[in-house]
């Protein structure tokens, strides 16, 4: 199949600024969600659960068709606590219905990470919302209790190789584990609002020690209270990730511009763009005076 992204000809590089700074701005106002972390680690993570359904050997899932929207894939157990991000953006989507929903939940994450100091992330439109019935079954995002060989398989299937694998799992620099959700417990750092570096610096600097928590899962937790998925802690456990972990825990520029380019290409697993489609760089609001 082909994922041809739509030319949206009524619409200019403004209107999606105009939805950028919306979502931005409502992520500004409702800043005690989640004990003050607020809205963006989880719009991050909608982000890419919704694109990492992807399944590039039959060209099924992905974030072209919004199938988030459907409750098979809403009610996916991967997917606990994401409504969080869901009811978020709904209003967003009431004031700008032109928008698919495949473009509002990737649009979430770039405003969000962009926000939170993170890089810019290019971005295009265009995506078309899918039928209920081509929603992908449940079971296609990684389960967190496995090494670096689960890891590396797992993400071939989005097309991304270590480099890129590693980079993305930067983005455990925001937010944190929920133990009502996903039965892991703690934040990987203590920057939970703010992109950086710290997921790699933790990586390698903090003293880890596995243990099972109150839902009787493995972690890794350090004594300054931070935690670590058995897939994160496999990017120290395995040579070729650890090259990577070590060049951007020293390296914040070189790592803001790999993240960009993977996470770029994680919302656009799938989908064709015509020539024509614009790639738009939004502003902050910071720095549209905002
Ligand atoms: Fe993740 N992630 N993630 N993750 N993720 C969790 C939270 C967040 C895995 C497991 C978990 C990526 C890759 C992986 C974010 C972004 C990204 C939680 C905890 C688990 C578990 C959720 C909860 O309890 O509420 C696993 C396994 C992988 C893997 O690929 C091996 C990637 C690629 C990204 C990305 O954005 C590029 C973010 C942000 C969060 C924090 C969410 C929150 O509510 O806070």
Same mark, same amino acid.
């Given at each position: 199949?082909?994922?041809?992204?739509?030319?949206?000809?009524?619409?200019?590089?403004?209107?999606?600024?105009?939805?950028?700074?919306?979502?931005?701005?409502?992520?500004?106002?409702?800043?005690?969600?989640?004990?003050?972390?607020?809205?963006?680690?989880?719009?991050?993570?909608?982000?890419?659960?919704?694109?990492?359904?992807?399944?590039?050997?039959?060209?099924?899932?992905? @974030?072209?068709?919004? +199938?988030?929207? !459907?409750?098979?894939?809403?009610?996916?157990?991967?997917? $606990?606590?994401?409504? *969080?991000? /869901?009811?978020?953006?709904?209003?967003?989507?009431?004031?700008?219905?032109?928008?698919?929903?495949?473009?509002?939940?990737?649009?979430?994450?770039?405003?969000?990470?962009?926000?939170?100091?993170?890089?810019?992330?290019?971005?295009?439109?265009?995506?078309?919302?899918?039928?209920?019935?081509?929603?992908?079954?449940?079971?296609?995002?990684?389960?967190?209790?496995?090494?670096?060989?689960?890891?590396?398989?797992?993400?071939?299937?989005?097309?991304?190789?270590?480099?890129?694998?590693?980079?993305?799992?930067?983005?455990?620099?925001?937010?944190?584990?929920?133990?009502?959700?996903?039965?892991?417990?703690?934040?990987?750092?203590?920057? @939970?609002?703010?992109? +950086?570096?710290? !997921?790699?610096?933790?990586?390698?600097?903090?003293?880890? $020690?596995?243990?099972? *928590?109150? /839902?009787?899962?493995?972690?890794?937790?350090?004594?300054?209270?931070?935690?670590?998925?058995?897939?994160?802690?496999?990017?120290?456990?395995?040579?070729?990730?650890?090259?990577?972990?070590?060049?951007?825990?020293?390296?914040?520029?070189?790592?803001?511009?790999?993240?960009?380019?993977?996470?770029?290409?994680?919302?656009?697993?799938?989908?064709?763009?015509?020539?024509?489609?614009?790639?738009?760089?939004?502003?902050?609001?910071?720095?549209?005076?905002?």
């Amino acid at each position: 199949i082909v994922h041809m992204a739509q030319e949206i000809k009524d619409k200019s590089e403004k209107d999606y600024q105009e939805v950028y700074n919306a979502i931005a701005v409502k992520l500004r106002e409702e800043d005690e969600f989640d004990g003050y972390i607020g809205y963006g680690p989880v719009l991050t993570r909608l982000a890419w659960h919704s694109s990492g359904t992807w399944d590039k050997n039959n060209n099924t899932g992905g @974030s072209f068709g919004g +199938t988030y929207q !459907f409750q098979k894939e809403s009610n996916d157990p991967s997917n $606990k606590g994401l409504h *969080n991000g /869901a009811e978020f953006l709904a209003p967003i989507h009431k004031q700008f219905p032109w928008l698919s929903h495949g473009d509002l939940y990737t649009l979430g994450g770039v405003v969000a990470i962009q926000e939170l100091q993170g890089p810019v992330i290019p971005w295009r439109p265009g995506r078309v919302d899918l039928p209920e019935d081509m929603t992908p079954d449940n079971g296609r995002l990684p389960d967190a209790v496995y090494g670096a060989d689960y890891v590396r398989n797992f993400f071939k299937r989005l097309d991304l190789n270590d480099q890129e694998v590693v980079a993305l799992m930067g983005a455990h620099c925001l937010g944190r584990t929920h133990l009502q959700n996903t039965g892991f417990d703690g934040p990987w750092g203590a920057a @939970s609002n703010t992109f +950086t570096n710290e !997921f790699f610096l933790n990586l390698l600097n903090e003293n880890w $020690k596995l243990e099972k *928590n109150e /839902a009787k899962n493995m972690q890794w937790n350090s004594p300054k209270g931070y935690m670590m998925l058995p897939t994160d802690h496999a990017l120290i456990e395995d040579d070729k990730y650890m090259a990577y972990v070590k060049l951007y825990a020293t390296n914040n520029d070189k790592f803001f511009e790999d993240f960009a380019k993977a996470f770029k290409k994680l919302l656009e697993g799938g989908i064709t763009f015509p020539q024509s489609t614009p790639t738009y760089r939004f502003e902050t609001l910071d720095s549209q005076g905002l």
